[in-house]
């Protein structure tokens, strides 16, 4: 008997399956809209009305919802600056009729009621926007008054516009507020901010206030007792280096945590700390502060047992490494959150909790409490450079591997002149201590401007925290292979293109700015050596030091300057005479993150004959910017950049010096400023160009 194929029977099963079932009568799905704001703000209104009518989708809206709507469009134009803005709610009918309803802020023409409709547009008439065109102040002497005044409009950029000055009567009473808390914080505790002749045209929307500020004294401390209840010793030497300064609620804190701190670390978690002030009278403008801390310590307590709950596939042991309090010891809330602290570094939770059973008495578990996060997620990747154009890539990411906290990292990046690819497997706090360590496999491919770098080898590094210095240190071991296919150096005669180099890593990197995306303030220090050996089981010896660091400060209001220093230098201790080091460990200084009149390895040395690029074994790099905000967002850059390089190591510091000067405009988003960057060149080369247009994404140093 022949037998039928049974694939077609089963598809069609499967298609059965999978197909929804339908009912006599579809239900409808209820549909709103927001119009009149603009698409991208129709959009972003929409999305967040879908959040507050809960998201899920239903047969009608009711008057109730539809009014609920309306009030959060309402509140969000008033906070924009739009105080008249009013609303039509265009609404269709079950049956299907069409019915049209103005609303305003106050609702006090409600939706008739019963109500429901399958699809409602909010159309929204935002009319004038109200701006703060002047703000002026009387009494005002204890801060500068643009410092006063960025309180109401923000920092004052170059260029200002509506939405940076915009007025509500909410936004200015949190604008009062907030300078008066300054104020306070200055030490000037009984000061007091209130607004005057307020002027609103309702036609133009134009706005004029006045600012009365009473500061009165200053309130400065020139005493402090301590008092002490509940039998426990009193801290020595404690009160000296807290008066002669302004009282002010960050003192009080200050003073209340240092106490706190102190008993903590003897074992009395119910400590007490009530600080309390005795102005005396006022007196050439200052109110002498008599301060009592009265302190009632409660009993001292000892951890009976450490307990950890939530940890489904985390291992218990992992985790008991990372704390350091033991049953018997004295029950120390800071050393305890310390553990806490170390637990959420692992990277694996997305809650933690500390908590005590039971919460009082001189015996008590400690237990920590979390709650695991995501086991895997992928990201894409994206950029684009003058020099490399556009880059995209995948990201592939497993947390929490084996239950022991450990991650690995799988990123491959494309781009118009590169292709590379890095496995990092990470174990964090290493043996129960605060050291990370990582391996990875890497490999490389990219398109330098005269030669082919392909490197691909495998690494083993340790991350060792230094708290007293605010720093980090990297220890590590690479072996890798470096190859400088289709080389077209001046130097390719002689250099070696397949080189197997095996070295040790340091690594140092002390970073004090405030942002490492878009720095405003602060500095950073960094040091890197790479030291080769054939003794390490390469086939080269050389070393590669690299220092660089960056300062950056406000220059007046929305005016920054910054600053950018590094050096290099490659060295060949320890290998025979006249021994050259792989092109690849050589420097190409050009492109945007160096000088900025040359696209990438554009400013590297040229053989004074052919013009044929050199690697340099040393340079020394500056950088100099000063950048001024033209609105919130858009930032214009002047930046002179200079480079120095020397083919011989005779000639360090350096022997050929290029400088570039020019301008540029930033626009500032989540992941860094994107860059459009025209640098001219000073002291061109008879083969280099006049300057070059350079766009990035990302800082420069």
Known sequence: ????????????????????????????????????????????????????????????????????????LFSQQTDEGYLK?????????????????PLDARLEHPLPRPLEAVDVTLRV???????????????????????????????????????????????????????????????????????????????????????????????????????????????????????????????????????????????????????????????????????????????QVRIGQVRFKGNTHTREKVMRELVSSRPGDLLDPTKLDDGLSRLSRLGVFNQLALGYEPPDGELRDVIYDVKEGRRQEVNLLAGYGSYEQL???????????????HSSDLQLVQSMKSSQGTY?????????????????????????????????????????????????????????????????????????????????????????????????????????????????????DYQQVIFSSSWHKNWGRSRWIHVGLSQGVVLTLGAPEGSQPPVNVLFYPGGDGSIRGYQNDEAAPRNPITGEFVGAKTYTQFNFELEQAVTRKWTVVAFFDAVGTAVRLEDYPFSEKLYSAGLGLRYNTVIGPIRLEYGHNLNPRPLDPSGTLLFSIGYPF
């Open 1 to 72: 008997m022949k037998r039928s194929n049974p694939l077609p029977l089963l598809a069609a099963v499967l298609a059965l399956a999978t197909t929804p079932v339908r009912s006599a009568e579809t239900a409808p799905h209820a549909e709103f809209h927001v119009a009149g704001l603009g698409w991208p703000d129709n959009r972003l209104a929409h999305d967040t009305l879908q959040v507050l009518l809960g998201g899920k989708a239903r047969a009608t809206f009711d008057a109730n919802n539809i009014e609920d709507a309306a009030l959060v």
């Open 85 to 101: 803005a009013a609303i039509t709610v265009d609404l269709k009918l079950p049956d299907g009729r069409t019915a049209s309803y």
């Open 125 to 299: 008439e935002r009319g004038v926007r109200f701006v703060l065109q002047e703000v002026a102040f009387d009494g005002l002497r204890a801060l500068p008054e643009p410092e006063a005044r960025s309180f109401f409009v923000g920092e004052s950029p170059l260029i200002t516009s509506a939405a940076d000055r915009l007025y509500s009567p909410g936004r200015l009473a949190r604008s009062v507020a907030n300078l008066e808390t300054e104020l306070k914080r200055h030490g000037y505790a009984e000061a007091q901010v209130e607004t005057d002749q307020l002027q609103v045209d309702e036609a133009t929307g134009a706005t004029r206030v006045r600012v009365v500020v009473r500061e009165g004294p200053l309130w400065q401390v020139t005493s402090l007792q301590l008092e002490v209840a509940g039998g426990a010793d009193s801290p020595p030497d404690f009160t000296t280096s807290r008066i002669g300064v302004p009282w002010t609620n960050q003192w009080r804190q200050d003073t209340q945590a240092a106490l706190r701190r102190w008993y903590y670390e003897r074992g009395y978690p119910d400590v007490q700390v009530r600080v309390n002030p005795v102005a005396a009278p006022a007196a050439d403008g200052r109110r002498d502060v008599t301060v009592t801390a009265a302190i009632v310590s409660g009993p």
């Open 391 to 405: 880059r995209g890539g995948i990201e592939w990411r497993h947390y929490n591997l084996f239950g022991r906290a």
């Open 424 to 540: 990092t497997y990470t174990v964090p706090e290493l043996f129960g201590t605060t050291v990370d360590g990582t391996a990875r496999i890497f490999g490389l491919r990219r398109e330098e401007l005269a030669f082919e770098r392909q490197e691909y080898g495998a690494s083993a590094t340790l991350l060792w925290p230094l708290p007293a210095w605010g720093a980090t240190l990297t220890t590590g071991y690479t072996y890798q292979n470096l190859d400088s296919s289709d080389n077209e150096l001046a130097t390719r005669n002689f250099d070696e293109s397949d080189t197997k180099a095996s070295s040790i890593d340091l690594g140092f990197v002390k970073d004090k700015r405030d942002s490492s995306l878009q720095p405003h303030r602060g500095y950073k220090v960094a040091l890197r050596i790479e030291a080769a050996s054939k003794a390490l089981g390469g086939e080269v």
